[in-house]
Structure formats: C-alpha cells, structure tokens
C-alpha cells in the first residue's frame, strides 16, 4: 500500500543539537512532508537552524506557546525564519498547558481574547517584513472558528480521528478549499510488532494529558465521557497511577498510531480521510530513545 | 547519600531544577511542580528521551518515587518571575 508521507515531530536537547539537524536532513532526504519542532528544547532556535540545514521540506513550530514573548518581539524572529528559509516556515502558537508556564512562572489568561490580541499584535508589528502563516493550536469549536478568522491554519495534539469531521466541520468552506490553510495534528506514534509495549509506551506519552481538564473535555465532546469520567474520580481519590490503565484501547487507538508498520501505514491513511493534511507523527520507541524510533520510522516509510 | 523522594522535595521546597535518574534508563532536568508523600508531577526542561515531550507542551509528568533510582539538586539558581523581564502575559 502506497501512502503519502507524514511530517514529523522533531526536539533538540542539549548536546544532540547538530545530530538532531543531521536527522532534519536525513528526513529531507526520505521525502516526508514536514518537520515540526515543539516548545521542548527550544523549537524556534530548531527552527531557524532548520532554514539553513535543509533546503527543501517544511517546517513550522508546534507549538510555540505565547505567553512567553512579546508579540512584538517575536513577530521579528518569525518574519526572520519565514525570510531566510524562503517562505518553508509555519509558526505554529498556543496557549500552552499550566504546568509548562507554571515552570516559568508565568500564569495564562483566557485563552481565546489572549490569542487574538496576540495575532493582531504580530500582524499589527510595523517593519518586520512579511510574517510566516500563523497556525493556532486546537482542540475545540471555539479556537478552531478563531484559527479560521484570524489565522492561516490550524493544529490538534492528540486529536481523536473519530471526532475529527466534527471538528473540522466548523471550518468555512472558503478555508477547507484553500489548499495553503493548515489542517495538521500531532500523532503520538509507536512502531513495535510488540502491541501491547507499543500501547503502553503511547499511554505513558497521554498520561499527562489526561489529567489536563481543557483535554478531558475534548475527549468527552469526542465520545470518551467513560473513560474521562473514570479518570476524574481516580485523581479526585488521589489515584494518579491508575490513569494508564483508564485509557482504553478504543481511545488509544483513536488518539494515536501504534502497532505493526503495516497498521501504522494503514492507520496514517485514515487519518487523511479524516480530514487532516498534515499529519505530524511524534514517534517514540518501545525499544530505545528518539533515535530509535526515527530508524523504526524510516524503515515503515521507506521507499 | 539521601533518597530519590528527599532530593525531589527539596528540590520543589527551593525552587530549584532537579536531575532524575529513571529506572527505565531515562534522565530528565526538570522543575518539580507538586509532591505528596508517593508521587510528584514535574515539567521536564531537557531529557534523553526528548520523544516523550515532543507532542506539544509538556503537559506536568507524574512520577511515583519508586520509579526513581536517584536524584540532584541542580546548583543554578532557580528561575523565578523576577527573572523574566517585562510582561508575562499578552
């Protein structure tokens, strides 16, 4: 079976930094459709390396929360990228979770009023030179009708394929038939023939999310009102371990990608019929680090 | 030397940024973010397994202890709000 290729998800940390461009241009080199570098480990330094390690694919934050510069300021590096890689770069914004800003010591505000004065603001940044399309992360109605006014595209984490119609069926037509409008979601994905240690290490991946209430109650308007629910008593009654075992199999497999690479591929193709153009695949391994789940992806994708 | 549980809580106490070393060969730098007596959730700043993080924003991780095989306080100083010029929100 032949299946258009996926983007993917890619982070630098300290000391694997030049590896890291080298994987870029070896995923140039297979043919994948993009390459999109999230908050961890700095992805819009990732970026910009990014415009000059490779030549051709695209590539795009995902997701640069915004509450951490200036509208402004930020408006400048973004225009930089978008010049110096010749129009290959997607800035992808979000409201980011609490515990990430919490980090830093910073708290958010609402989110929709936040991220429209934030694009504005960019937009509004006199003598920067053109700006990159701006991409807003999604999970529901509301910033997904604000993705389609305001910005260029939009992006789900871990959205459920099932749900997915839905959600994109608050997309204007005038958005859905411009082929330049973003449609992307991020796929947790692992590669094993080893089902069960693929599923387990996708579980340990969406842990953290679903003990976030904003993807409790996506995953509840997407049908999971059992298992979201299960899992609320369980963090009420203190019982936090027990979240993976509430993440059902049908979740699992609604969410993410696992499995054999046959099943990858096969599950890849659904999601395209599902509405997503873009979709981005965040590979981990149930036998190795970032590494090695490159090479298990390679080797599902080759050519 | 103290135990994993005893770093992790006086890491969260000073505010400062921990080293944790995981018994599935994980090492992660982190900010502790809440603890109790079995468990802690943090924000993962770097790690050798950046794939766990690569979704989106780190979401807090949930760790129980034992999960642990060992731990250190990090000697820089913490990140604080005085330490971010200007504004904090848009």
Not at chain 1, 142 to 152: F, R, Y
């Amino acid at each position: 079976m032949s299946v258009s290729l996926p983007a993917v998800s890619l982070a630098a940390v300290p000391g694997r930094r030049k590896a890291t461009l080298e994987l870029a241009r070896e995923i140039e080199r297979r043919g994948f459709a993009g390459i999109y570098c999230p908050s961890f480990g700095d992805g819009v330094a990732l970026c910009e390396a990014l415009a000059f390690a490779t030549e051709r694919i695209l590539f795009g934050t995902s997701i640069q929360p915004i509450y951490t510069r200036l509208a402004s300021d930020f408006a400048q590096t973004a225009s930089f990228i978008h010049e110096v890689s010749g129009g290959r770069f997607r800035l992808g914004i979000g409201v980011s979770h609490v515990p990430a800003l919490a980090r830093m010591g910073l708290s958010p505000g609402k989110p929709l009023a936040d991220m429209r004065r934030y694009v504005e603001e960019m937009r509004a940044t006199p003598r920067v030179g053109e700006l990159p399309p701006i991409v807003l992360a999604t999970l529901r109605t509301k910033m997904i009708e604000l993705a389609c006014e305001v910005g260029d595209g939009l992006v789900f984490a871990n959205g459920a394929r099932s749900h997915m119609r839905a959600s994109l069926s608050h997309v204007p037509d005038s958005r859905r038939e411009d082929p330049a409008f973003f449609i992307g979601n991020m796929i947790p994905t692992c590669i094993s023939d080893d089902l069960e240690a693929a599923k387990a290490t996708n579980r340990r991946t969406l842990t953290g999310y679903a003990m976030l209430p904003n993807y409790r109650n996506y995953w509840k308007e997407a049908g999971y009102v059992e298992e979201m629910e299960a899992i609320e008593k369980a963090l009420r009654g203190g019982e936090r371990d027990r979240i993976p075992a509430l993440l059902s199999d049908r979740w699992l497999a609604d969410t993410t990608l696992f499995g054999t690479a046959a099943q990858v591929r096969e599950g890849l193709e659904a999601w395209y019929e599902a509405g997503i153009r873009t979709p981005i695949l965040v590979p981990s391994s149930a036998a190795g680090n970032q590494i090695k789940a490159f090479e298990e992806l390679f080797e599902t994708f080759a050519r | 030397m103290p135990q994993p549980s005893e770093v992790v809580i006086e890491a969260a106490q000073t505010g400062r940024d921990v080293r944790l070393h995981l018994r599935d060969g994980e090492v992660v730098v982190a900010r502790v973010l809440w603890h109790d007596e079995q468990e802690f959730i943090y924000a993962a700043i770097t790690s050798s397994h950046p794939e766990r993080y690569a979704v989106c924003d780190s979401t807090g991780t949930t760790l129980r202890f034992d999960a642990l095989t060992r731990a250190s306080v990090m000697r820089s100083e913490p990140l604080t709000k005085q330490s971010l010029p200007g504004r904090r929100r848009p």
